[in-house]
């Protein structure tokens, strides 16, 4: 099946593309690949390949000791076997250290960081006394750090105060190219950290300016993901960052309707290429809808 037989199946008019169409999978070396891992790289691989395009390679290996070289090697191999090819080399997010800190720096001079030293027990209690909203991801930050002097030296993160960054970048909206025209609310999800304690930069902000450093025309990742795009679209805007298109597509899930992943021991890649496993194989039935029993295709 060719690569654009198989987007109509997802995406039955084909969009048209002004420019180079540059898509990315970006996967985390914190465990093995799973087979909604080669799925959704698939989706990205077809995509750049139906317009000619480019489909890139990030290693996204700044989640500190959970980032292990072994599964670096992995995610070569397996991406190698599944006939997924990349154009240009592999990029690492530990080598991109510096661009997120001068991000960083430029969010604090603009008055749109402030310091965090609450601890998630820190937080638990304040929540006990704290009404607060409650978004996609449980109920926002309380605010303890918000208007508080933190002394430097003392370990913290750093985290976006929203309802000021909103106010600055004021109306926002992107296109998904399977849900259409959405209104970007990034107060559902309160003072996100933006740069953590204990390892650098957070998935909003390194994920959104790798992005646009490497000229990503159209993100292609998993539905589960469609509502963060509300921060990465406040970041392009505080940032003047371009705007790219993006592709939620569907996702695998279990027999009890839950996505795979890798927390949950979901069968890995890996296992699949050492026991002798055709990874071409593999890729066609994917791109037939031919999944193994016990799958389906779902969305978030």
Known sequence: MRADDFLKQYLPALPQCDGAVVTRFAPSPNGRLHLGHAFSALCAHDFARSFDGQFHLRIEDIDGTRSRAEHVAAIMSDMDWLGLHHDGPV??????????EAVRDRLIADGLLYRCVCSRSDIAHALKHKPVPHGPDGPHYPGTCRDSHI????????????????????????????????????????????????????????????????????VVRGQDLFGYTAIHRLLQKLLDLPEPTYWHHPLLVDVSGEKLAKSKSSPALSDRRLAGESGDGLINNLRHGTLPLGISLSHA
């Open 151 to 218: 002394d430097p030296s003392v370990p913290h993160s750093w985290r976006i105060d929203m309802a000021k960054a909103v106010a600055r970048s004021r109306l926002l909206g992107w296109f998904d190219l399977t849900a259409g025209p959405q209104f970007a609310d990034p107060m559902a999800f309160g003072d996100v950290v933006l740069w953590r304690k204990d390892a650098p930069a957070s998935y909003h902000l390194a994920a959104t300016i790798d992005d646009a450093a490497d000229g990503v025309s159209h």
């Open 91 to 100: 990029q690492f997010q530990s080598q991109n250290i510096a661009r997120y």
